[in-house]
């Protein structure tokens, strides 16, 4: 099966991407990748009739297919955010993006603000002009672009590029009277209009912030509120990689999902958490006693040389939950999967 994870790797994530787990019936723990609605690779073929009704799924969760149940899952790419300028506001913007799980791009022209930028943990930096900087950034359709430069020149150069690039948002930090004077600037230079109008500016949700840590919460929150928009999950990147990697391939570890999510649950359905012998964790499915308990069954999994799948059900409501101290309340299914 970890032909299937090599396969979602090296997915052309430019399509419509989906992942299946057969949940329940005669294939169950069954795999299926489909790329813009075909088969790409299925761990055993099982006819026609999955493709049918999968190739009709427009959303991630729980579907019927065939007698079968089945996990369905729409993909996005690893979350990307481009930081446009390395001031006060973009430490806590970088800060709050890796915590959250995005690459971070700096682009910064000043050495000693690039350099800030670093300790506040960037993925990676650019010290250089800011186009120089942006030539370097593909963009697609999980990029986060956040333009919070020193100076209205500079917001110019960054919204120009980055509206010639394929994007999940834009936002630009500045004044009502700054911004639309870059805007209309842009537009006049040959920037597409509908894709200028789509800026978010003034960056960030309305919730009175005067802080630079104040204003990063802001920005942060709008682009969680974007990201969560569009419904896509993935398969992060590092947990990819100790799935696929040569040297802890072949060591047993569980893969936990969340595939169905009632209430206020603290995680959506698609979230992931690898779990290895030695109890260590990758990734998190909400923390607190409900990912402890999973946590407990996968290391039972793993200790009694179990294989296939398993779907275990937490109850964060009721006395039972109060008592554990899961104040969050809600339910989910978790698939356990031992590779």
């Not at 690779?41 to 079968?68: M, N, P, V």
């Not at 960054?158 to 004044?175: D, F, N, P, V």
């Not at 999950?233 to 936990?256: H, M, N, S, W, Y």
């Not at 969340?258 to 995680?267: D, L």
Request: glycine share 12%.
């Amino acid at each position: 099966m970890l032909e299937f994870y090599q396969a979602v790797r090296e997915a052309d994530m430019t399509r419509r991407n989906l992942a299946a787990t057969v949940t329940e019936g005669e294939f169950s723990g069954e795999k299926f990748l489909l790329s813009d609605q075909k088969i790409i690779w299925q761990s055993k073929q099982c006819g026609s009739g999955f493709q049918e009704e999968l190739e009709h799924i427009t959303d991630s969760g729980i579907c019927t297919a065939g007698s079968s149940r089945v996990f369905c899952e729409l993909l996005g790419g690893e979350k990307k955010m481009v930081v446009c300028g390395g001031g006060h506001v973009s430490i806590p913007v970088i800060q709050i993006g890796r915590m959250l799980g995005f690459h971070v791009s700096v682009l910064e022209d000043r050495p000693k603000f690039a350099d800030n930028a670093r300790r506040a943990g960037a993925s990676e930096v650019f010290c250089e002009p800011f186009g120089e900087g942006l030539a370097r950034i593909e963009g697609d359709k999980d990029t986060f672009f956040i333009v919070v430069t020193r100076g209205h020149r500079y917001d110019q150069i960054c919204l120009e590029q980055i509206a010639e690039k394929e994007h999940a948002y834009i936002g630009m930090m500045g004044s009502r009277k700054r911004a639309a004077m870059v805007k209309q600037t842009a537009v006049e230079h040959g920037a597409d209009r509908d894709v200028i109008q789509s800026v978010h500016t003034p960056i960030g949700l309305d919730i009175g912030a005067k802080t630079p840590e104040e204003i990063a919460v802001a920005i942060m929150a709008e682009v969680i509120q974007v990201k969560n928009e569009k419904n896509c999950g993935c398969f992060p990147k590092e947990i990819l990689d100790v799935i696929l990697d040569e040297k802890t391939r072949r060591q047993p570890k569980v893969l936990a999902t969340i595939i169905r999510r009632k209430g206020s649950a603290p995680r959506e359905a698609g979230a992931k958490m690898l779990i290895l012998p030695d109890g260590g964790c990758i990734g998190t499915i909400g923390g607190g006693c409900a990912e402890s308990d999973i946590l407990k069954k996968a290391l039972l999994l793993l200790r009694g040389g179990e294989t296939g799948i398993r779907i275990c059900h937490v109850d964060m409501n009721g006395s039972d939950a109060e008592e554990e101290g899961m104040v969050c309340g809600g339910t989910i299914d978790v698939l356990l999967e031992i590779l």
